[in-house]
């Protein structure tokens, strides 16, 4: 059964950092786009950054760019989320998703998705 699980969220100030993991059980990330999105109270989910795992190739949304990093470990089969600056706005679900497309920061696109991490960044 293909899964993916996140990890890696928590209460943190602003300024502070905060690494999100995502595993994947049931398949290898190898052949996938992974893509971080992000949905807070009220607000549509939005696409925060992607990683292509077989060309490499990756994207983020200009609100997270300098700020997050998004990398691969083929051999965990996990991707990661590195989070530095973090601001109150940054508050939300964060959620990873895996797409047979190329890296795109589209929600459609994606075709299985985690059930998400809370990261709250506040004082």
């Known amino acids: 059964q293909l899964q993916l699980v996140e990890s890696g969220g928590g209460l943190v100030q602003p300024g502070g950092s905060l690494r999100l993991s995502c595993t994947a059980s049931?398949?290898?990330?190898?052949?996938?786009?992974i893509g971080w999105f992000r949905q807070a109270p009220g607000k549509e989910r939005e696409g925060v950054s992607c990683i292509n795992l077989s060309g490499g190739s990756v994207d983020y949304a200009d609100s997270v760019k300098g700020r997050f990093t998004i990398a691969k470990h083929s051999a965990k089969n996990t991707v990661y989320l590195q989070m530095n600056s973090l601001k109150p706005e940054d508050t939300a679900i964060y959620y990873c998703?895996?797409?047979?497309?190329?890296?795109?920061?589209?929600?459609?696109?994606?075709?299985?998705w985690g059930q998400g991490t809370q990261v709250t960044v506040s004082s």
């Open positions: 049931g398949f290898t990330l190898n052949y996938y786009t």
């Open positions: 998703a895996a797409s047979g497309a190329e890296c795109g920061l589209d929600k459609k696109i994606y075709d299985y």
